[in-house]
C-alpha cells in the first residue's frame, strides 16, 4: 500500500560561507558535516514510507553558485566533491538564490505549488558580509515557502555584533541561531542540528500554520536538547 502512496517531498538547503576566512579548518569540518548529513539521511529515508529528502547546496563569497549547479537533489543522488573557500562574504547574492529556489514550480522555483513540508535552511558564516544583504533578505520573507521555513544560524568563531544581527534577522521567528565557539565543534553542531531537525520534521508533514509553529517548537526543543548534551569541555 505505501507503494502507492505519493510520498512527501522534504528540502534540506545550506547556504555556506565560503570566503577566505573560512578555509582551512573551518571549511574542512563543513564538508565531512555535509558527507556525514547525506549517509545518514539517506539511511532515514530508507526507514521513512512518508518522506523523500532533497539536498540543495549554495555556496557564496564574491559570487554564489549551486553545488554542482544542482537547484535540489534527490539524497541518494547527491555527488559532493569538497567545497574550497577564497574571497568576499557577498551574502545578498546567496539570498538572490535561494529565492529563486524557494518560490512555487509554476513560477519557477522548486517548491510544490500545493501541500509539501516547510524545508529546513540553515546559513552559516564566519563574520558579518561585505555588503548590505537586506534588500533581498526582505524579498525573502515575502515568500510563504521562506515564512514557514524551519531556519538556523550557525555563527562560527566570532563575537560580532553585525553578524548576529545578521543571522537573527535570517531566522525570524521561527529558528535559532547558534553560536560556534570553536570550528573543531563545527561539524558536531551541523549534524545535530541537520539530523534532529529532518528526523522531527520527516514524522510531522504539513504546511498547515498551527502545525508548522508546532513543529518549528518541538524541533527547536528538539536541537537545543541534543545541544546541551555536548559537555562543555568540549566547547
Known amino acids: 500500500m505505501n507503494d502507492r502512496i505519493s510520498k512527501q517531498k522534504l528540502n534540506l538547503m545550506l ?10 579548518k573551518r571549511i574542512g569540518q563543513v564538508n565531512s558535516a555535509i558527507r556525514d548529513v547525506q549517509k545518514y539521511l539517506t539511511e532515514l529515508e530508507g526507514e521513512n514510507s512518508n518522506v523523500d529528502f532533497y539536498l540543495t547546496v549554495i555556496t ?12 535540489e537533489k534527490k539524497i541518494d543522488d547527491f555527488r559532493f566533491d569538497d567545497i574550497k573557500a577564497g574571497g568576499w562574504s557577498n551574502l545578498h547574492l546567496a539570498y538572490e ?21 516547510a524545508p529546513i535552511l540553515l546559513l552559516l558564516t564566519d563574520g558579518h558580509p561585505t555588503e548590505k544583504a537586506t534588500e533581498q533578505l526582505d524579498r525573502l520573507k515575502e515568500l510563504p515557502w521562506f515564512r514557514v521555513a524551519l531556519k538556523y544560524g550557525i555563527a562560527i568563531e566570532l563575537d560580532d555584533e553585525r553578524t548576529l544581527r545578521c543571522l537573527n534577522d535570517f531566522v525570524s521567528d521561527n529558528g ?42 518541538i524541533v527547536q526543543q528538539e536541537v537545543q536538547s541534543a545541544l546541551s548534551d555536548v559537555d562543555d569541555w568540549e566547547w
Do not use: W
Not at 15 to 24: E, Y
Not at 103 to 117: A, L, S
Open 15 to 24: 547556504l555556506v560561507d565560503t570566503s577566505t576566512s573560512m578555509r582551512g
Open 60 to 71: 557564496f563569497s564574491t559570487t554564489a553558485s549551486l553545488l554542482n549547479g544542482d537547484r
Open 176 to 217: 535559532d541561531v547558534v553560536e560556534c565557539y570553536d570550528s573543531g565543534m563545527l561539524e558536531k553542531i551541523i549534524k545535530i542540528i541537520v539530523l534532529t531537525a529532518s528526523k522531527v520534521k520527516s514524522s510531522h508533514s504539513s504546511v498547515h500554520a498551527g502545525e508548522v509553529q508546532k513543529t518549528g517548537e
Open 97 to 117: 538564490t535561494l529565492e529563486t529556489l524557494l518560490k512555487k514550480e509554476k513560477y519557477g522555483g522548486i517548491m510544490p505549488d500545493f501541500g509539501g513540508v
